[in-house]
């Protein structure tokens, strides 16, 4: 089992910042792809970006040049650097680990608001 711990949402004008984190309890952190998602009120929950353990990275395209994932593994935490925020970002964002070897282990963090606006 493995405990995920979202920090970072809150209120922000558009245009703003945000740097959203995630501390995952696991030994084998390495092991995990990890990704945020998603999910705006009415909206079904959606990829934003993944990371894996040898940083290779993915963006969905309507965050493409304004957010960056990054991951420390040495600190078992990935990180979401949000900026250029716009009113759609608007959403709650959930951290989530895929094992990369074990499709069926994935965990998903208790979600984190986020709310652009002026």
């Known amino acids: 089992q493995v405990q995920l711990v979202e920090s970072g949402g809150g209120l922000v004008q558009p245009g703003g910042s945000l740097r959203l984190s995630c501390a995952a309890s696991?030994?084998?952190?390495?092991?995990?792809?990890m990704g945020w998602y998603r999910q705006a009120p009415g909206k079904q929950r959606e990829l934003v970006a993944t990371?894996?353990?040898?940083?290779?990275?993915d963006y969905t395209d309507s965050v493409k040049g304004r957010f960056t994932i990054s991951r420390d593994n040495a600190q078992n935490t990935v990180y979401l650097q949000m900026n250029s925020l716009k009113p759609e970002d608007t959403a709650v964002y959930y951290c989530?680990?895929?094992?990369?070897?074990?499709?069926?282990?994935?965990?998903w963090g208790q979600g984190t608001q986020v709310t652009v606006s002026s």
């Open positions: 990371v894996a353990s040898g940083f290779t990275t």
């Open positions: 989530n680990a895929r094992h990369k070897l074990v499709p069926s282990l994935v965990y």
């Open positions: 696991t030994k084998i952190f390495t092991m995990y792809v």
